[in-house]
């Protein structure tokens, strides 16, 4: 993982048929969600590149497939949610 401090990011609504994706880290607005089902996939953006990373960082195809099942539901659950 990179040493750089992690900003994660939440779906916020805007009352209307939009969403707001919002830092965590500074409470800035990072995206505009025109339809608001796909918030929680847009806010899950920096969880799915950190799942991607440690990904192709396994060594084995068993440490991958044992990080995986570990951790693919806690995220699925993150963007269904």
């Known amino acids: 993982m990179s040493e750089t401090t992690q900003d994660y990011w939440y779906a ?19 995206a505009v969600a025109y339809d608001e089902k796909d ?8 969880e799915l590149r950190d799942f991607v990373t440690s990904c192709t960082e396994c060594i084995s195809e ?6 995986i099942q570990n951790n693919a539901e806690q995220l699925l659950d993150r963007i269904e949610s």
Do not use: H
């Open 12 to 30: 916020s609504s805007t009352g209307s048929s939009q969403g707001l994706i919002i830092s965590e880290l500074d409470g800035r607005t990072v």
């Open 39 to 46: 918030t929680n996939l847009l806010a899950a953006a920096p």
């Open 62 to 67: 068993t440490e991958l497939l044992d990080f």
